[in-house]
């Protein structure tokens, strides 16, 4: 009998002694929760991973997401991406979900285009909060190549929110060519970005970034 216990307490704590350890370093901060990929657009017809598909309207996204071999676009990971391209004016809005993590972070290449500025066009990333546009972000602009953004969504753990990929085409110019909107790998997570961080973000209201002669990236005094 004594043997017995000793076996099923050494099982007991063989068992939950990790959780116990892990629990406790995630609650001091020592130890990140998993990060949760909402997307990574590797399978057909724009899947929502954590369950059903995104709501693809208008033309510019077609109906599954781009071959980046396909596309002039670099920095995606996988073999597929969000490329707006097709022409026309849509937008791709995801399943509600749960805030979970301190932030949610993407890749994001192309137009720069906000609606702002007289240009008509827009090329733009949201999360919504009851319908409101609570944190935004747009391409770079003139810039195929895909890097990480992310936005701090630390005040929302809990909120029910849906993500909004936007793409409207620009009116006249030589920028039309830049209507388009690269994303791929929407993932929450605990784990800050640190560097390489393109700044593309902003609050509702904020001044709009723009990209600097030496191709670091700033935020001007105006629209
Ligand atoms: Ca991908």
Redesign the pocket.
Same mark, same amino acid.
């Given at each position: 009998m004594t043997k017995n216990m000793t076996v099923c307490t050494r099982s007991m704590f063989q068992i939950y002694a990790p959780m116990i350890l892990g629990l406790t370093l995630i609650s001091a901060g020592w130890l990140h929760a998993q990060d949760i990929v909402l997307s990574?657009?590797?399978e057909p017809n724009y899947v929502w991973l954590p369950g059903g598909s995104w709501t693809v309207t208008g033309t510019p996204f077609g109906t599954t997401?781009a071959l980046g071999t396909a596309t002039p676009v670099t920095g995606? @990971?996988?073999?597929?991406?969000v490329y707006s391209a097709n022409g026309g004016n849509g937008t791709l809005v995801s399943p509600s979900f749960t805030i979970q993590r301190n932030y949610i972070k993407f890749l994001i290449g192309g137009g720069s285009y906000r609606g702002e500025g007289g240009y008509g066009g827009e090329t733009r990333i949201d999360l919504l909060v009851n319908g409101q546009v609570v944190q935004h972000a747009a391409g770079p602009g003139e810039w195929e190549n895909m890097d990480w953004e992310q936005w701090n969504v630390s005040g929302l753990l809990g909120q029910t929110a849906q993500i909004r990929i936007v793409a409207t085409a620009v009116a006249t110019g030589d920028f039309s060519a830049w209507a388009h909107i690269n994303v791929? @790998?929407i993932v929450e997570s605990d784990n800050s970005l640190t560097i390489g961080v393109h700044q593309f973000s902003r609050q509702v209201g904020q001044s709009r970034p723009c990209r600097g002669a030496a191709g670091e990236w700033s935020v001007s005094a105006g629209v």
């Open positions: 990574d657009f590797e997401p995606y @990971q996988g073999s597929y991406l791929d @790998q």
